[in-house]
């Protein structure tokens, strides 16, 4: 309570308002266009908050996070074509709903699940990160060592249908982590003379080029580079379901904000997964199973609720241990470290402060983007009719710019353009991104932790071993390891 | 080019790089290139995996859109004009620039509306980024 109610003076300031309506549009706007996604939102407005103070950092790139999320929900519905493939589950139902003269409804229920799902997500957050955060003051180099080795199984395991292609990506991100000065004995590693490398390979630039300057490549380059989309929007009917209708739903959004929670804070799994499962659970507890597909509100309610859920879920890791779980928190990562801020037990003990100030402002963001959801929600869509090749130049040169911003070094600025040109064929070839960034955020994590281990240890492996807490971590990476094989083992053994 | 052919590429590509990483890892004084030598190991291990995984039989993989190589020239050498030109000329005359021959040519706008959207977003960018941010942008020839 002592961190709480300075932290809610913080919110309710003046500035922090209005920074948290501007990022919540922004946040909205981006989720609604497809093919921009909310990592890259959030990797444009890091430059932005460079001169800002922590706080009003951190509120914008919350609001930015969770509202573009739910941004998603409005094309899928009215368009089917998802802003974000957190939303792919919900155009399942809501265009159907919307073909049928239901769009307002089927909008209405997309905002409340993702309303539930966001508070939801933010009281798991507040409830478990704290608590966990303590355990984590705990851990030693033996631990950490073995939390960042289960963060990169984790999401290679996931990021890609070819784990291989992901495995080539995290060793890629791990030799690019090791680049610059070496901390135990002052070698200059890989940085072939350039002063710029000397502290290793930035961060944010490397973010913004796969991310943001991949994208303007995909925006501009293909044929016509024409408008996102075409359709014309379908929404009709009442803009809001019955109470009958929210009532029935009450329970999948309960359930689908538990799944996503727990997903959320799961390394690796992303919002899609969360949103497909949601919505499959709620079909097989339904009493009306057939009318999934074709225009269920619950549906939408489970997919919405469901992806809304993962956004406080992925912050537990990523503030508690350090261990960003996927692309977004690998990129919120980044946005703390600009600010002195560095992710782990710290973040509650010395600057507790600022990280209730972002706890506290998701949830103000998740009511924010309801309302102003159920408002704006009809002229969101007119944004998808800007010409791709007119959008591509704009977050080029925002990207350009924003990086440069962070050092006033054109250096950065070539990293930014070399990663986006590497990260647009990742993406023709399907090599994710995620690995590679999560590994340069691992890596020096993992190579300090290990080296540490090993000089307290006199180089023995099996410390890693005699800790209850690092044994029980390593029983984890046994089994982020073991799940999928098996569950590809019983898949071959169930065709053949 | 299938896919497998890519990957093949990618994989060989990598594969040398990897096993420079772990060769020049392995001459490092003291402990210090222990870590480049273990990633190095784990991307080779990943490229034998995807080449062994290219060669074995299985339904073809389906093909990569073609890319338009022509687009993506253009595009390139347009951003390569504006950073080249940044830094000579000057942020706010590469920014304008940049971006009418970007929304002339690929966007194939009219010369009046591409013009009124360079302008535009270069105005916006300099109100945030100089004015609000104080970010000192290379102002190449402007100042000089």
């Known amino acids: ?496 | 080019m299938t896919l497998d052919t890519i990957d093949r590429g990618v994989a060989m590509l990598m594969g040398v790089l990897c096993g420079v990483v772990v060769v020049v890892g392995l001459g490092m004084r003291g402990d210090a290139g222990l870590f480049p030598a273990i990633a190095g190991t784990l991307g080779l291990l990943a490229c034998l995996g995807i080449v062994l995984d290219t060669l074995r039989s299985r339904p073809p993989d389906e093909l990569p859109p073609t890319l338009p190589w022509q687009r993506f020239t253009v595009w390139s050498l347009c951003i390569l004009g504006l950073l080249g030109l940044m830094v000579t000329v000057g942020t706010f005359v590469a920014l304008p620039l940049f971006l009418l021959t970007s929304l002339r040519w690929l966007g194939h706008l009219r010369w009046a509306a591409a013009l009124t959207i360079a302008i535009t977003f270069s105005a916006l960018i300099y109100v945030v980024f100089v004015h609000l941010l104080t970010v000192p942008l290379p102002a190449g020839w402007l100042v000089d």
């Not at chain 1, 303007?216 to 380059?221: G, H, I, K």
């Not at chain 1, 919120?332 to 402002?361: C, K, M, Q, R």
């Open chain 1, 1 to 496: 309570m002592d961190v709480l109610l300075p932290a809610l003076g913080n919110v309710m300031a003046p500035m922090a308002l209005l920074t948290l309506l501007l990022g919540t549009l922004a946040g909205m706007t981006i989720g609604a266009l497809p093919g921009l996604s909310s990592t890259m939102g959030v990797a444009l407005c890091i430059p932005i908050t460079f001169s800002m103070p922590p706080e009003l950092a951190l509120i914008l790139l919350g609001a930015v996070y969770v509202s573009s999320v739910y941004g998603g929900s409005v094309t899928a519905i009215l368009l089917r074509t998802p802003g974000t493939d957190a939303s792919i589950a919900t155009a399942l139902d809501g265009y159907p709903l919307a073909e049928a003269g239901r769009g307002g409804e089927a909008l209405g229920m997309a905002t409340l699940g993702s309303l539930f799902g966001g508070l939801f997500s933010v009281i798991v957050l507040i409830a478990i990160a704290p608590p966990l955060s303590t355990v984590a003051l705990a851990f030693g180099p033996q631990e950490y060592t073995v939390l960042a080795i289960f963060g990169l199984v984790t999401i290679v395991g996931v990021a890609s249908d070819r784990p291989l292609k992901g495995v080539l990506s995290a060793a890629v991100g791990l030799v690019l982590a090791t680049v610059g000065l070496d901390a135990f004995t002052g070698v200059q590693r890989f940085t072939f003379g350039q002063s710029e490398l000397f502290e290793g390979v930035p961060l944010l630039p490397v973010l913004i080029g796969l991310f943001s300057v991949s994208q303007a490549f995909n925006l501009c380059v293909p044929a016509g580079g024409g408008v996102l989309t075409s359709k014309e929007q379908k929404l009709k009917g009442r803009g809001l379901p019955l109470w009958h209708d929210i009532r029935r739903s009450l329970r999948t959004m309960l359930r689908s904000s538990v799944i996503g929670s727990v997903v959320g804070i799961l390394p690796g799994a992303g919002t899609s997964i969360a949103s497909f499962i949601s919505y499959n659970e709620a079909r097989r507890h339904s009493s009306t199973p057939e009318r999934f597909g074709k225009g269920e509100l619950e549906g939408v309610a489970a997919s919405e609720s469901a992806n809304n859920a993962v956004t406080g879920g992925t912050l537990i890791p990523t503030l508690t241990l350090g261990i960003p779980g996927n692309a977004v928190t690998a990129v919120f990562v980044g946005g703390l470290t600009i600010h002195g801020l560095i992710p782990g037990p710290s973040l509650f003990t010395d600057h507790a402060e600022t990280t209730y100030t972002l706890i506290l402002s998701l949830l103000f963001a998740n009511v924010l983007f309801a309302v102003l959801g159920l408002w704006l929600c009809r002229y969101l869509v007119v944004v998808t009719k800007v010409p791709g090749a007119v959008l591509g130049p704009m977050i080029l040169v925002f990207s350009v710019i924003g990086t440069y911003a962070l050092r006033n070094a054109v250096f950065d600025v070539w990293l930014a353009v070399a990663f986006g040109v590497v990260g647009y064929f990742m993406e023709r070839w399907r090599y994710p991104a995620a690995p590679l960034v999560i590994a340069l955020i691992l890596g020096p994590i993992l190579e300090v932790n290990f080296r540490r281990s090993m000089q307290i240890a006199h180089w023995d492996l099996t410390t890693f071993f005699t800790r209850p807490l690092s044994l029980t971590l390593c029983l984890l990476v046994v089994l982020a390891v073991a799940y999928p094989l098996w569950i590809q083992w019983r898949r071959r053994k169930l065709q053949r």
